[in-house]
């Protein structure tokens, strides 16, 4: 009796869950930010020094048979279904839509801006700072919303950045692999993408309003089995991050 119980349980719960899956309609125009720690350890710089899980962003389309995400994303921007993109997420993710609805002509706007960075191939801007050759996955959503006259992101510097995370040792990183970043250097994180003060979640699993604290990213990344990869690509031990997390 106890295990038939048990079983109805869990069918009810996974039930409620689907139903709840179903009941969001994603539109045209959404955006997608997710953490991508289990498929690319260098997205925890971005996730550390925001005090997020946002490694990466896109912008939800409609395709010819399903969703799909315009982004830009190693070595240049692209398109790829919805499904995939979320699947690199491994349910880490949030969508936003905007609160006073997209017009038509808006919508379209962001579109043709998409198609057509895709369509040029602009090469994935490795150095996050902003310049005129290349961009990021936020300065992509940026670029393709002020096609419409609409601000999403936030330009700050790198100084306006979290670069006492982890006790100053990512900024020592980068000042390492990137040693002519200036402090005074724009750039655009999807931390401030997700963050757009008229934009609202809809979907997904993490809250864009919510810092986290060192610690607590460790906390996640370790139940996500992504410490090693990121420790790996940090040049440090797991013991060592976990080290430099406590305040």
């Known amino acids: 009796m106890g295990k038939i119980l048990s079983s109805s349980i869990l069918f009810l719960t996974m039930l409620i869950s689907l139903r709840s899956v179903a009941a969001v309609t994603y539109l045209e125009g959404d955006i997608v930010g997710e953490s991508e720690i289990t498929v690319d350890a260098s997205t925890s710089f971005f996730e550390a020094a925001t005090a997020s899980r946002y490694g990466h962003v896109g912008v939800i389309i409609r395709g010819k048979t399903e969703w799909v995400v315009y982004e830009e994303y190693p070595p240049k921007a692209q398109i790829v279904t919805l499904k995939d993109f979320l699947a690199r997420s491994h349910g880490t993710y949030t969508v ?70 982890f006790h100053g040792y990512l900024w020592k990183i980068w000042q390492q692999t990137s040693p002519d970043t200036s402090l005074k250097d724009h750039v655009l994180t999807p931390a401030s993408v997700m963050k757009t003060a008229d934009w609202s979640k809809i979907d997904g699993s993490v809250d864009p309003n919510v810092p986290l604290t060192d610690a607590q990213l460790v906390a996640q990344w370790k139940k996500e089995s992504a410490l090693k990869g990121i420790a790996d690509e940090w040049g440090v031990t797991t013991q060592q991050i976990e080290k430099m997390a406590q305040p």
């Open 96 to 165: 936003i839509r905007r609160r006073q609805a997209l017009t038509a002509t808006q919508l379209q706007q962001v579109r043709a801006s998409a198609q057509d960075i895709v369509k040029r191939g602009v090469p994935y801007n490795y150095s996050q700072t902003s310049n005129n050759d290349s961009m990021n996955c936020s300065e992509f959503i940026h670029s393709i919303f002020a096609a419409a006259q609409l601000q999403v992101g936030k330009v700050q510097t790198v100084a306006d950045l979290n670069l006492k995370t």
